[in-house]
């Protein structure tokens, strides 16, 4: 049967209820990808989830579903949210869908183009203040008390709820849990919902449990330093977060996992960004690759063994960033004239045949 979206196919593990309207927009059941070549360089069995296939680009989708139906049961016309631009998108669009009121708060210069294109196009009340994301969540969070706006950050925990089918979903393409899961972490709240899934399949399933790897940038890494950043800055703009809202909770899941929480700098990230498009053919967000920048790492480091079982979650599309893409690229297009036979001299030219 054709998918139905997370909150129908995973409903028994979800809170919904009876009155919970069964809103989709095809959201989860993204593909699980073999990383053929990273797995033969290093001799691990990889994987990408590759999350940039939900509806909106990005696994905020997952999130979004359950929380904007629990807002829409209790009756709530209005929704905000801060964002570095992923959870805005997603926002927007399950609000335009359900009719309800959109706002959203965002870092001004510092959300990539495709994500704030994704807020405008999907009707979004967009607020771009002269701080940052941590500036952003501490202002709604307040609004949020009103009663009759609902907060949709991931501090909501209907969010956690629903992203944490990712986890259900590698395990149930797997057979059971990774031995290792790499994964982003910016604000926190998407290493908790995997955490709480994997637990909870595990509980129901004997799916076992990874090691949960996650990874912040450097420029900040609040968790990895245990200190609050005033002043994030990190080319992965989505995870340019100082003071993480569920840092309680990754730091919970790395020692429940024994895992590790550790930091990327801008250039790994970068590389890894790189290295997957060119390598493995796929495109992710900047950030989203923290998760393949810390494999690496950890390879190097020997924390991981040969044919262990791994994944990457690849938490953004690479399309909501094009500026960072070309901005760091060496590839530009030649420019030619409009005449066949200059064309085809140049191409020939170039080629060996
Ligand atoms: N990757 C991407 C592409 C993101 O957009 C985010 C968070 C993360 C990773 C980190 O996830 O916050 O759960 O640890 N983006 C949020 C937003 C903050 O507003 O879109 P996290």
């Known amino acids: 049967m054709a998918w139905q979206g997370l909150l129908q196919e995973y409903k028994e593990y979800l809170p919904v209820g009876e009155k919970t309207p069964l809103i989709s927009l095809h959201e989860g059941n993204t593909p699980l990808i073999k990383l053929e070549n990273l797995s033969k360089k290093y001799q691990v069995e990889a994987y990408a989830k590759v999350e940039g296939i939900n509806p909106t680009g990005s696994f905020k989708d997952r999130g979004m579903v359950m929380a904007m139906a629990k807002a829409i049961e209790s009756g709530s016309k209005t929704v905000i949210c801060a964002s570095t631009g992923n959870t805005s998108a997603s926002a927007a669009a399950f609000a335009a869908r359900a009719g309800l009121r959109c706002i959203v708060v965002i870092p001004e210069g510092k959300i990539a183009q495709g994500k704030l294109a994704q807020a405008v196009m999907y009707g979004a009340e967009i607020y771009s203040i002269q701080g940052n994301f941590d500036d952003a969540l501490r202002i709604v969070r307040k ?107 990754a730091v919970a899941a790395r020692e429940e996992s024994n895992g590790t929480i550790d930091e990327i700098t801008d250039e790994q990230m970068i590389e890894a960004y790189q290295w997957m498009a060119a390598n493995e053919g796929i495109f992710a967000e900047p950030a989203s690759n923290a998760s393949v920048a810390g494999l690496f790492k950890a390879l190097e480091e020997g924390k991981v063994e040969k044919g262990a079982q791994v994944v990457c979650v690849l938490t953004g599309n690479g399309l909501k960033d094009p500026n960072t893409a070309i901005e760091y690229s060496d590839v530009k297009p030649r420019v030619l004239p409009n005449d066949e036979e200059v064309v085809m001299k140049e191409i020939v030219g170039s080629v060996t045949l």
């Open 143 to 249: 609004l949020g008390e009103h009663e009759d706006i609902t907060l949709v950050n991931s501090v909501n925990p209907y969010r956690i709820e629903g992203q944490k089918t990712a986890a259900f979903e590698v395990c149930d393409v797997l057979g059971k849990a990774p031995d290792y899961l790499f994964i982003p972490v910016g604000n926190a709240g998407n290493i908790t919902a995997y955490w709480k899934g994997f637990k909870e399949y595990n509980e129901q399933k004997q799916t076992g449990l990874p090691k949960m790897m996650g990874y912040e940038a450097s420029g900040a890494a609040a968790i990895v330093h245990d200190r609050i950043f005033e002043n994030p800055e990190t080319v992965g703009t989505a995870i340019r977060i100082g003071n993480p809202a569920s840092w309680k909770q």
